[in-house]
Every structure is written in structure tokens, then in C-alpha cells.
């Protein structure tokens, strides 16, 4: 992995944990999962220059992608609903 992303892993995974704390989530109790999440995040931070969650796909359209800038807009219908988000990184 580039030196580059290996820095955007560890800021999203600070990222992660302090929303955590903010919001009363926790993260994905299997690390494994959370780190696919994690590394695909920070690949969206380093090639896109946002960390879109990797779950879903972008459009192209600015206005429309933002919403997907983690955490997303339906982050918390989902955790609502299922327990956990679509990427499966925050849980209830």
C-alpha cells in the first residue's frame, strides 16, 4: 500500500473513532470488516479526494456524491432500521 494511503487508512480510523465517541455508535465489532471499510475509504480520500463511502456508487454529479462523503446521509435511517450502516462500519 503507497505511504500516501497508509496515512489516509490512519486518519480515517481516527476519524472513526472519534465519531464514534460524538455519536454513541461503535464500530464494527469484526476489525476485519471495519478495516475493508476503512481501506476503502481512505483509497476514496487519496483518489477522489473525499472519503466517499465505498459502498456506494458515485454518479459524477458533485451534488449528489456529497451525500455519500462518509458519514453519508442515510447513516442513521440505516442504523436505525438495521443495527448497522449499508458499508457495515458503524453499528449501534
Known amino acids: 500500500m503507497p505511504k500516501d494511503q497508509e496515512q489516509e487508512k490512519e486518519k480515517v480510523r481516527k476519524f472513526a473513532r472519534r465519531y464514534c465517541e460524538l455519536s454513541g455508535y461503535k464500530l464494527n465489532p469484526d476489525m476485519k470488516m471495519a478495516e475493508i471499510v ?24 458533485p451534488e449528489q456524491d456529497k451525500l455519500k462523503i462518509c458519514p453519508c446521509k442515510w447513516h442513521k435511517d440505516e442504523i436505525a432500521a438495521d443495527g448497522h450502516c449499508h458499508c457495515q462500519l458503524f453499528y449501534k
Open 38 to 61: 476503512i481501506e476503502g475509504l481512505a483509497k476514496n480520500r487519496v483518489n477522489k479526494g473525499f472519503q466517499y463511502c465505498p459502498c456506494r456508487p458515485l454518479t459524477g454529479d
